[in-house]
Nanobody
Framework: VQLVESGGGLVQTGGSLRLSCAAS????????MGWYRQAPGKQRELVAT????????NYADPVKGRFTLLKDNAKNTMYLQMNSLEPEDTAVYFC??????????????WGRGAQVAVSS
């Protein structure tokens, strides 16, 4: 599975950005995808996840009500709509996909990341 993020950039506080993550390769066994972010000097943290089956989503508390995760199954593309951005959202955002290998094994894949910078 290959994941390619796009859509990052520089925006002012209160602005919006939309990230995209295009998945290719053997995508049929992906059962969940998500976005993580890593700010300078900090550990990578969960932003939001979505299950492939029912499409249920889960958001980290800092982004609830501001970020929306969407998935276009026909295009194998996941989006992260980010509104009301704050300087604390500045980070490299990574796309993640979990692929079921067997009944007891799941492989995780990462994209290379997209930089998001929010100026105050």
């Amino acid at each position: 599975v290959q994941l390619v993020e796009s859509g990052g950039g520089l925006v002012q506080t209160g602005g919006s950005l939309r990230l995209s993550c295009a998945a290719s390769g053997n995508t049929k066994n992906i059962n969940a995808m998500g976005w993580y972010r890593q700010a300078p000097g900090k550990q990578r943290e969960l932003v939001a996840t979505i299950c492939s089956g029912g499409g249920s989503t889960n958001y980290a508390d800092p982004v609830k009500g501001r970020f929306t995760l969407l998935k276009d199954n026909a295009k194998n593309t996941m989006y992260l709509q980010m509104n009301s951005l704050e300087p604390e959202d500045t980070a490299v955002y990574f796309c993640d996909a979990d692929s079921v290998v067997s009944s007891i094994a799941i492989l995780g894949y990462w994209g290379r990341g997209a930089q998001v910078a929010v100026s105050s």
